[in-house]
């Protein structure tokens, strides 16, 4: 749907995406969903590679305040992925539910004409 007044846009003022847009649009949540998940598998390496420098109390402090910064990092990266999963199989949804009224519409209107 977009906003009032836009040039496509249906009598009542709003306009619906075409499945073809639609189906880009998917695509591209689905590619932001792959690139984040090969980030998290890079974060991942990058935290079981990492060990203190030396093994005095501050270079410890600092160890332990990275880790608590990589885990931050990691559980962000969790959320990115799920939003961007979830996202991209309700637009999918919603592709389908399109698809099956556009049908249902084309087919009524078709009948209709045959009568």
């Known amino acids: 749907m977009s906003y009032p007044g836009a040039d496509n846009a249906e ?8 499945l073809g847009g639609l189906d880009g649009v998917i695509g591209g949540w689905r590619e932001q969903r792959d690139e984040i998940e090969q980030d998290g598998t890079l974060l991942a390496h990058a935290v079981h590679g990492l060990r203190p420098s030396a093994h005095d109390v501050v270079t410890a402090g600092y160890f332990v305040a990275l880790g608590a910064t990589f885990g931050v990092f990691h559980h962000h990266n969790n ?7 979830d996202y991209a199989r309700n637009l999918a949804a919603s592709r389908l539910q399109m698809s099956v009224t556009e049908d249902g519409v084309r087919a009524a209107f078709s009948r209709e004409g045959d009568g």
């Open 11 to 18: 009598p009542s003022g709003y306009s619906f995406a075409d």
């Open 79 to 85: 959320e990115m992925a799920r939003y961007t999963t």
